[in-house]
């Protein structure tokens, strides 16, 4: 992943309409998937640290140990600042088991498997370093349709179908209890992104600045058809819960 986009990633906060409806979402995704919150959490690939800070930052949560596992130097430094337990570790080439020496409640991987190249050996590392009773919760990236040069300059190998996500999260010992999609009205705009800026990398921006109004407009609206999710037929990443084999 380039530099300037975990600069990017750093300039902005949980506020922000994307990130805060993912938080949302998969937080309450690992409660359904427990029976209760997590108190313990590990981040697999939390780069800029920014899960990690919203989980120690909202009081009502109040998970006991929040872990980040990142390679990046210059995303790590930020999750530092960000006053977040964060160690460096390459998850793709890490044993994750010597890593993670106490088994979590829940392991997250947000936005992380479509930068892999081998995505099923660090879900199986994961799978080897949870307990029985420990819950995987990912987000990707979805819909090949919407491929553009704002992947390839992220760094990502793949967009995901629903079905392509829960096989690769089934080859890596970890069995779907829900995948859904989110952000669906981000569809149009992802495909006129792709149709008409192509080729075109200087238009390519990561997030769009909005207004303070336009943020609480699009936070309502995303959590609003994240209540339906497992009924939207498409949507612009999907969010899965899983639990161990």
């Not at 930020?78 to 979590?104: C, E, Y």
């Not at 992380?112 to 050996?121: A, F, I």
Request: aromatic share 10%; hydrophobic share 45%; with cysteine.
């Amino acid at each position: 992943m380039e530099s300037e986009h975990f600069a990017e990633l750093d300039a902005l906060d949980a506020d922000y309409w994307w990130f805060g409806t993912r938080f949302e979402v998969v937080w309450r995704l690992a409660k359904q998937g427990l029976g209760h919150a997590p108190r313990s959490v590990v981040d697999l690939g939390c780069g800029t640290g920014t899960f990690l800070a919203w989980l120690k930052n909202e009081k009502e949560l109040h998970p006991s140990r929040l872990i980040g596992l990142e390679a990046d130097q210059s995303g790590l430094s930020a999750a530092l600042r960000r006053g977040v337990d964060a160690r460096r570790a390459d998850i793709a080439g890490t044993d994750l088991k010597a890593a993670v020496t106490q088994p979590p409640d829940a392991f997250f991987m947000l936005d992380v498997l479509e930068h892999l190249q081998s995505p099923v050996d660090v879900l199986r590392a994961a799978n080897a370093a949870a307990r029985s009773d420990t819950v995987l919760v990912v987000t990707v990236p979805a819909l090949p349709l919407l491929w553009s040069e704002w992947d390839i300059r992220l760094g990502h190998f793949r967009r995901y179908t629903r079905s392509m996500l829960a096989s690769e999260l089934r080859a890596g010992g970890w069995e779907p209890l829900r995948v859904q999609y989110l952000f669906l009205a981000m569809v149009l705009p992802g495909l006129l992104r792709r149709f008409l800026w192509r080729g075109s990398r200087d238009k390519q921006r990561g997030f769009p600045t909005v207004s303070r109004g336009a943020n609480r407009l699009l936070t309502a609206w995303s959590l609003g058809e994240a209540r339906f999710g497992s009924w939207l037929p498409c949507g612009t990443s999907l969010a899965a819960l899983a639990r161990r084999h």
